[in-house]
C-alpha cells in the first residue's frame, strides 16, 4: 500500500512537470505584451519597457521558464502583472469560494442522485424510469453557462427570490475567516441569518455545478440497483421474507455507497474545471472567475496558476478515489499493485 | 481461414442490425435521441435553403429592427444587429457539427493508435503511452482553454485546438483496456505463430474487436465536444464575427438580460437539445452493441 | 406585443416587491446619514496615484487623494485645490504655486511643499501611470520645496499644457509611503491596496475586485460643499461585472448610482420611475486606425476610400443615437476644436472614385479589423465596417484580440492590421493632447498604431504646443486638425454620450468632460 501511494505521488510529480510545460508553452505561442495593458493606454514605450523589466518579460523564454519553475518549487507562483500580487496568495484568497461551491453542488448531487437512481431502479422501464434516464442524460447535456443565466433570469430577476450573484450582499460583511468558506464559517461562528444569506447566494450556482454530477450519480446508482436486484441474495431475502423496501433501502444503498462516492470523487476535478463557467454566470468570487478575468487581460501567472491548481487538486482526488477503493474492495488493491 | 471469418459476420451482422432496429423501435429515449441526431444533421445540411434570410448570418444589418421579442416575422425574435436568430441558430448548426467531428476526429485519430499500441505491446510502451495519457487527462481543458485565448484570442480554431488536446487520453483509456485482454486470446497467438505481423494483427485482429465501444463513445463525444465547444464560445473563444455560434451568442446575448431573454434561450436551447440528442443515441448503442459496460 | 407584455410583468413583479417605492436599503445609512453607492463592472487592482489610472481607478483616486488643483463643471475648469493660487514666469518655464495651510493627510501630517515634491518625483521615478505626462519636460531636479507652503517647478522647456495636467498628479503622505516601502519600491507594493491621502474619503473596507467602501472625512480640510447636514457617511464602489445584474441592483433600490450599461438599457431605465438617467456628450472618440505604412491602407486614396465608404449612420444606430458623429480629428469638448470643411461622411460615388485612383479599384480584397476582445460595442461597429465595405467589394475579417495582444501586433507597422479600433479618452482638454496622437513621435504608443509619419505635420504639432500665445496656438492647431483629416490616418467616428443612471434621491451629481468615461466626481454628492 505504501508503495502504491509513493509510487503514486512521483507519478504525481511527474504529470504536474508535464502540466507546467503544457501551460507554459501554450502561454507564450503568441507575441503578446501583457506589460503594455499594465501600463496603460497612453504609456510611452520605455515606460512599457519598465514594467516588462520589472517581471522579468525582458529576458529569454527558456530563462523566464527556469524562473517560473524555480519559483514553483518555493511555492512561488509568479505575480499578476495587473496588480503585482502574488498568484499564490490570491488563489489562497479565492480557493475557499470555489471548493465551498463544489463541495455543496457534491452534496446536493448525492442527496438527490442516489435516491432518484434507486427510485428508478425499482421501477425499471416504467414512466419514472424512462424520465429519470432522460434526466440523469440532460444533466449531461445541459449547457451549464445557459442554464445558469436562465435560472437567474427566473429566480432573481422576475420573481426576485434570491439574489442576482456574488458570494454575500454588501450589506453583509463576510465572516472573519477561519476556513475561508462563507457558509462554513458562518456556521463555525453560530451567525445563523449570515449562514442563511450566504445560502441564498449559493445555491443557484451550487445547483448548476451539481447537474451533471446529479446526472452521473442517477446512472451509476440505477445501474447498482438493478444489478442488486437480480442479484442472487436479494431472491434468497425476498423468499425469507425480508420486506422489499428493506432490501432497497439498506442492501442496494450500502453497495452502491462505493461507486458513487467514487463517481463523485471524479467529478470533482470535472466541477473544479466548469467554475470557469458557473462563477463567471454567477459573479462567484472564486478561482475560475480569477482564471477568466486574468485571461481577459492577457495575465498569464493567474491563469497559468490556477491551471496547475486544478490539475493537483484533480490528481489528489483521483488518488484519494483510488485509495479508498484500495482499502474498501481487495481485487482493486491487488490490481493497483 | 479467413474468408470464412469474413463471411461468417456478414450474416451475422445482418441479423444483428434487425435486432438493433428492434431494440431501438422499443426504446423511447433511444428514439428520441435518435430524432434530435436526424434533425440536426438535416438542419446542418439544408439550412441556408430554409432559412428565412442567410444573409443575417453573414453580416446583414437591420439596425432599425433591433432586439425585437420573437413574433410571426421573426419566430425566434432578432438580435443587436436586427438579424433574425432562427436564422442565426440554425446555421450555426453546421459550425457546431464541424467542431464536434474535429474535436472527436482528433480524439479518435490519435487515441485509437496509442491505445492499441500501449494494449498490444504493453510493458514500456504501454508505461509510457499511459502515463503520458494520465498527464493529459489531469490538464482542465475549459481553463486550458483560457489560457490559449489569453495568448491567442478568440477564434473557434483554438477553441478546437484547446479541447483536442484534453480529448484523446478518453480514447486511449477506452481502447488500451480492450486490447489489453486480446493480447493473449488464442487466435492472436495463432496469427502470430502463423507470421503475421504486428501491424497485420492490429489491423485484423485487434482494431476490428474494439469498434463497438468506439462507436458508443464516439457518439456521447460528439455531444460532450458539441457542449464544450459551445462553452468556450461563451468564455470569448467562439467563432470569428459575423458567422453566428450557439455558445458565443448566449455570451453576447447576456448583456442584454434579462429584458431580451430570447436572445439567449434559443441558441441554449439548440445546444442543449442537440447534446441531448447524441447522448441518448450513445446511451442507446451502449446498451444494444456494448452491453457490459452499460453503467457509469 | 409581447414585449410590452412583458414590461409590463415584470414592472409588476417589480412594484409586488416593492422596488420602485422603496429607498434604498438600511445598510446604506449609517445613523442618520446616507452611504453613497456607485456600480460598476471594472475592477481597481491598483490604487496607487503614481502607477495606474482608468476610469474605476481614477474615481477612487480622486476621492482618496488630492492634487495641487482639480478638474470640474462643464465645460471643464481647473480650480484651486491643495494650492490655493499658482503663477508661472514670462518664458513659461517656472511654475510657482502657493499651497492651503491647513490641508493635512488623514493620519494627521500637514500636506507640505516636501509632500508635493515627493510626489511629484515619484510620479516621475516610478516612470509608469501618469508619468508620460511630463516626463518629457520635467525632471525631478527641476522640483524644488521653497518653503513649507511653496512649490517651484522649473520645466526643461517652455509647456504650456502643463497645468493641464497638474489636476492628476495626486499627493501621497511622503512619510507613510516611505515608511512601508520594501526593496526600493517607493511604496508601491503598499499603495497597491492602501492609501496614504488627503482627500475627502478615506479607506474602510478594501476588497479590489469586489467591494470597496469608503468613508467620508467627517472634518475634511475643505469642507463639504453640500453642507455637513447632508454629507454621506460615505461612498461604496460596488463591483458588478455584468450590466444586466448591475440595472438590476439599481432597481432594487441596492445601489443609488451605476454606469457602463448598454444602449438598451439606458434607454429603458429613463422610462422607469424613481430612475434618472444624465446624458452628457462625450469626449472619447472612438476612431478606426489604419496601418498607414504597410498593406493597402498605406495608399492614402485606399484610406479615402474607406473613410468616405462608412454608414457612419449604422455608427449612431449601435449606440441607439445616444452619441455624436466627430466633424474633427478633435472631440467637441477640446479647446481650439474646429469643424473641419469636407469631413468624409457617407457617400459612394466618393469612395468609389478615390478606389479607382488605387490597385484595387474592384475590391476584391480582404483586410483586417481587429478590435479589442470582449468591447461589445466595438464588435458591432466591426459589423458596421463590414457591411459598410461590402459595395466596394472589400471584405472584412473582424478579428478579436486580447488587449496586450492587439498592442503587440499593431505597434509594429510590419504586423499592424489595416483597421485598428481604438477609444482614446484625452486626459486634458489641452489640445496638444490629441494632436500629438497624430505626430511620428506618437510609433509604439497605443494610438499611435497608425504609423502616420508626415514631417510637416510633426512640425506643426512641435511648434503648436510650445506656442505660449492662445490666440495663435489655436490658430495652429485648426491647420492642424485639416492636416490630419487630409492624411486620413484614421476614420474618425463618433463620440459615445456619457451616461449615469441613479436613483432620483442622488444629489449633487456634476459632469465633467475631461474624466474618463463613467468616471464620477463623488465629492459634491449625496444621497437625499
Not at chain 3, 424 to 429: A, G, I, K, M, Q
Amino acid at each position: 500500500m505504501i508503495r502504491f501511494i509513493v509510487r503514486r505521488l512521483g507519478l504525481m510529480l511527474l504529470m504536474l512537470s508535464g502540466l507546467v510545460v503544457i501551460t507554459f508553452l501554450v502561454s507564450n505561442v503568441a507575441p503578446s505584451d501583457p506589460a503594455a495593458l499594465a501600463a496603460g493606454p497612453d504609456a510611452t514605450p520605455d515606460m512599457i519597457a519598465t514594467i516588462r523589466h520589472e517581471y522579468g518579460l525582458d529576458r529569454p523564454l527558456p530563462v523566464q521558464f527556469l524562473r517560473y519553475v524555480a519559483g514553483l518549487a518555493r511555492g512561488d507562483l509568479g505575480h499578476s502583472i495587473v496588480t503585482g500580487h502574488a498568484v499564490a496568495t490570491d488563489l489562497a484568497t479565492f480557493l475557499p469560494a470555489t471548493l465551498e461551491l463544489v463541495l455543496l453542488g457534491m452534496l446536493i448531487a448525492v442527496a438527490l442522485g442516489m435516491p432518484l437512481g434507486m427510485w428508478a431502479a425499482v421501477r425499471r422501464d416504467r414512466a419514472v424510469d424512462h424520465v429519470a434516464r432522460i434526466f440523469a442524460v440532460s444533466g449531461m447535456a445541459l449547457p451549464e453557462f445557459w442554464i445558469g443565466l436562465l435560472l437567474l433570469l427566473v429566480f432573481s430577476g422576475w420573481l426576485g427570490w434570491l439574489p442576482i450573484g456574488g458570494q454575500l450582499s454588501i450589506a453583509d460583511a463576510p465572516p472573519a475567516p477561519i476556513t475561508g468558506m462563507v457558509l462554513v464559517d458562518a456556521l463555525l461562528h453560530g451567525r445563523l441569518a449570515l449562514f442563511w444569506a450566504a445560502l441564498r447566494h449559493a445555491i443557484l450556482p451550487a445547483v448548476v455545478i451539481s447537474l451533471p454530477a446529479l446526472a452521473s450519480v442517477v446512472r451509476v446508482n440505477r445501474a447498482e440497483m438493478i444489478e442488486v436486484l437480480h442479484a442472487d441474495y436479494i431472491t434468497a431475502a425476498r423468499a425469507h421474507g425480508v420486506s422489499r423496501a428493506r432490501i432497497v433501502g439498506i442492501l442496494a444503498l450500502k453497495n452502491a455507497m462505493l461507486p458513487t462516492l467514487a463517481m463523485i470523487g471524479l467529478r470533482f476535478g470535472w466541477m473544479l474545471g466548469s467554475t470557469v463557467l458557473v462563477e463567471t454566470v454567477f459573479d462567484w468570487p472564486g478561482i475560475g472567475l480569477y482564471a477568466v478575468n486574468s485571461a481577459v487581460s492577457s495575465d498569464f501567472k493567474p491563469v497559468m496558476g490556477t491551471t496547475l491548481i486544478i490539475g493537483v487538486l484533480f490528481m489528489v482526488a483521483n488518488l484519494l478515489v483510488d485509495l479508498a477503493y484500495g482499502l474498501l474492495d481487495p481485487r482493486v488493491r491487488e490490481a493497483g499493485e | 481461414m479467413r474468408a470464412a471469418a469474413a463471411r461468417a459476420p456478414r450474416g451475422r451482422s445482418l441479423r444483428r442490425l434487425r435486432f438493433v432496429a428492434w431494440v431501438v423501435g422499443r426504446n423511447p429515449p433511444t428514439m428520441l435521441g435518435l430524432g434530435l441526431v436526424a434533425v440536426f444533421l438535416l438542419l446542418a445540411a439544408i439550412g441556408p435553403w430554409i432559412v428565412p434570410d442567410a444573409r443575417d448570418a453573414v453580416g446583414a444589418m437591420h439596425l432599425g429592427s433591433k432586439l425585437l421579442p420573437p413574433s410571426w416575422a421573426h419566430w425566434f425574435g432578432t438580435d443587436e444587429m436586427g438579424d433574425d436568430i432562427l436564422t442565426r441558430v440554425v446555421l450555426a448548426t453546421r459550425t457546431s457539427l464541424w467542431v464536434g467531428l474535429t474535436i472527436t476526429g482528433i480524439a479518435i485519430v490519435v487515441g485509437t493508435p496509442l491505445g492499441i499500441a500501449a494494449g498490444y505491446f504493453g510493458g514500456r510502451v504501454r508505461s509510457v503511452i499511459m502515463r503520458a495519457t494520465d498527464m493529459f487527462l489531469c490538464v482542465p481543458g475549459l481553463v486550458l482553454a483560457l489560457a490559449i485565448v489569453a495568448a491567442l484570442g478568440p477564434g473557434i480554431l483554438h477553441g478546437v485546438v484547446a479541447l483536442a488536446i484534453v480529448w484523446w487520453p478518453g480514447y486511449v483509456r477506452l481502447i488500451e483496456a480492450k486490447a489489453l485482454p486480446l493480447r493473449g486470446e488464442p487466435f492472436v497467438d495463432a496469427a502470430r505463430t502463423m507470421g503475421s505481423s504486428d501491424l497485420r494483427i492490429l489491423l485484423t485482429h485487434i482494431l476490428p474487436n474494439c469498434v463497438s465501444p468506439l462507436v458508443v463513445k464516439a457518439s456521447m463525444d460528439m455531444g460532450m465536444a458539441i457542449l464544450a465547444a459551445a462553452s468556450l464560445g461563451f468564455i470569448g473563444l467562439g467563432a470569428k464575427p459575423p458567422a453566428p455560434e450557439w455558445g458565443a451568442m448566449i455570451s453576447t446575448a447576456r448583456s442584454y438580460m434579462p429584458d431580451s431573454w430570447w436572445y439567449s434561450l434559443f441558441p441554449g436551447l439548440f445546444i442543449f437539445l442537440t447534446v441531448l440528442g447524441f447522448n441518448l443515441l450513445g446511451d442507446g448503442l451502449r446498451d444494444i452493441l456494448d452491453p457490459r459496460s452499460a453503467r457509469g | 406585443m409581447r414585449r410590452r407584455n412583458f414590461l409590463i410583468a415584470s414592472s409588476a413583479a417589480a412594484a409586488a416587491a416593492g422596488l420602485h417605492t422603496q429607498p434604498a436599503d438600511a445598510f446604506v445609512r449609517e445613523g442618520k446619514r446616507k452611504v453613497l453607492v456607485f456600480s460598476g463592472g471594472q475592477p481597481v487592482p491598483v490604487l496607487d496615484p503614481h502607477v495606474k489610472y482608468d476610469y474605476s481607478t481614477r474615481m477612487m483616486q480622486q476621492s482618496i487623494y488630492d492634487a495641487l488643483a482639480k478638474y470640474v463643471d462643464n465645460p471643464a475648469r481647473i480650480v484651486p485645490w491643495l494650492a490655493k493660487s499658482w503663477e508661472s514666469s514670462p518664458d513659461g518655464k517656472t511654475w510657482t504655486f502657493h499651497l492651503v495651510e491647513n490641508a493635512t493627510f488623514h493620519n494627521g501630517d500637514p500636506v507640505d511643499a516636501e509632500a508635493v515634491r515627493f510626489s511629484y518625483e515619484r510620479g516621475l521615478k516610478l516612470n509608469k501611470g501618469v508619468a508620460w505626462m511630463l516626463k518629457d519636460h520635467l525632471d525631478p531636479s527641476g522640483i524644488k520645496a521653497a518653503d513649507p507652503h511653496t512649490v517651484v517647478f522649473t520645466l526643461k522647456s517652455a509647456f504650456p499644457g502643463f497645468l493641464s495636467f497638474v489636476p492628476w498628479w495626486f499627493i501621497v503622505n511622503p512619510k507613510e509611503v516611505m515608511a512601508h516601502a520594501v526593496n526600493g519600491d517607493m511604496g508601491q507594493k503598499y499603495l497597491t491596496d492602501h492609501a496614504a491621502g488627503s482627500g475627502p474619503f478615506k479607506i474602510r473596507r478594501w476588497d479590489p475586485q469586489a467591494v470597496m467602501d469608503l468613508q467620508a472625512v467627517a472634518n475634511y480640510w475643505k469642507g463639504w460643499p453640500e453642507g455637513d447636514a447632508n454629507r454621506p457617511a460615505g461612498v461604496i464602489y460596488q463591483v458588478i461585472r455584468e450590466p444586466a445584474p448591475r440595472k438590476a441592483a439599481l432597481l432594487r433600490g441596492q445601489v443609488d448610482m451605476v454606469t457602463d450599461m448598454t444602449p438598451q438599457d439606458y434607454d429603458q431605465l429613463a422610462k422607469t420611475a424613481g430612475i434618472k438617467v444624465s446624458s452628457n456628450p462625450g469626449m472619447t472618440p472612438f476612431t478606426i486606425m489604419m496601418n498607414t505604412q504597410h498593406g493597402p491602407t498605406a495608399d492614402l486614396n485606399f484610406r479615402k476610400a474607406l473613410a468616405w465608404a462608412m454608414d457612419y449612420k449604422a455608427f449612431l444606430q449601435v449606440e441607439n443615437g445616444a452619441a455624436k458623429l466627430m466633424d474633427s480629428p478633435f472631440p467637441n469638448a477640446m479647446a481650439g476644436h474646429i469643424a473641419v470643411p469636407d469631413m468624409p461622411h457617407h457617400d459612394l460615388e466618393k469612395a468609389r472614385a478615390y478606389l479607382a485612383k488605387t490597385k484595387w479599384a474592384k475590391g476584391g480584397l480582404t483586410i483586417d479589423y481587429v478590435y479589442v476582445a470582449g468591447l461589445e460595442v466595438e464588435r458591432q461597429l466591426g459589423l458596421a465596417v463590414l457591411s459598410s465595405l461590402q459595395p466596394l467589394n472589400i471584405k472584412v475579417n473582424v478579428q478579436a484580440m486580447p488587449w496586450p495582444q492587439l498592442v503587440a501586433r499593431g505597434s509594429n507597422p510590419q504586423t499592424g492590421p489595416a483597421m485598428i479600433a481604438v477609444y482614446v479618452t484625452p486626459v486634458s482638454t489641452d489640445p496638444d493632447v490629441v494632436a500629438s496622437q497624430y505626430a511620428s513621435s506618437a510609433a509604439g504608443r497605443y494610438w499611435g498604431m497608425h504609423h502616420l509619419s508626415d514631417p510637416g505635420l510633426d512640425k506643426m504639432v512641435e511648434t503648436a504646443r510650445l506656442e505660449t500665445d492662445p490666440t495663435k496656438r489655436m490658430a495652429l492647431y485648426a491647420e492642424i486638425q485639416k492636416r490630419i483629416v487630409a492624411d486620413q490616418p484614421a476614420i474618425f467616428g463618433m463620440m459615445e454620450d456619457r451616461r449615469w443612471a441613479m436613483r432620483d434621491d442622488v444629489r449633487g451629481f456634476v459632469f465633467c468632460p475631461v474624466r474618463l468615461t463613467g468616471e464620477v466626481d463623488f465629492y459634491p454628492m449625496w444621497v437625499a
